[in-house]
């Protein structure tokens, strides 16, 4: 299966737009000229992974903070990272986040609802899809999440 999956983001963006709107979150897809982002995947489950993503993205931000959703392209692949400028992840939680049920600050995270189960599916369906998740954060400055997927021609 092949999906486009700039088209994808944009309709997953429409859809929540007015979540964001009530947190005072932007969300932002980069760059404007990369419209054609044709990968080999499954729509379905890749949305899946986008959704979760974004939805972290959205709901462990600060007040007026921002989400930026980049594509690159390379020879074979191309690299999406979903970026936020929220307040990140202290490093010894960083290697569990991706496990089933764990969520940081259980207090906090409790008022943000939620079962700690959707980083698990973001990883269990990109290892499906032969590829991973990586993450980078800084306490206070944001949270970015990489994945890459296999490139596919457009027709
Ligand atoms: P669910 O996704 O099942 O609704 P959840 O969002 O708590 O619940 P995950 O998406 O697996 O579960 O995330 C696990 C934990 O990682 C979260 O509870 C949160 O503490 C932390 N986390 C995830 N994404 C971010 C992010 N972008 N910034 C800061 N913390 C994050
Ligand atoms: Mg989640």
Redesign the pocket.
Known sequence: DRVNLRVLTEDILDRLEKIAQDRNVTLKIKPDKLTEVWVKADAMRIEQVMI??I???I???NDGGKVIIHFDEDKKSYAVSVR?N????PPE?LTR??ERF????KSR?KE???????????KHILNGHGSTIAVK?QVEK??T?TFKLEKTDEF
């Open positions: 979760n993503l939805e972290n993205a709901k462990y931000n936020d929220g307040p990140g992840i939680h986040i991706f764990y969520r940081v600050e995270s943000r609802g939620g079962t700690g189960l959707g980083l698990a599916i973001v954060s944001g949270t999440f």
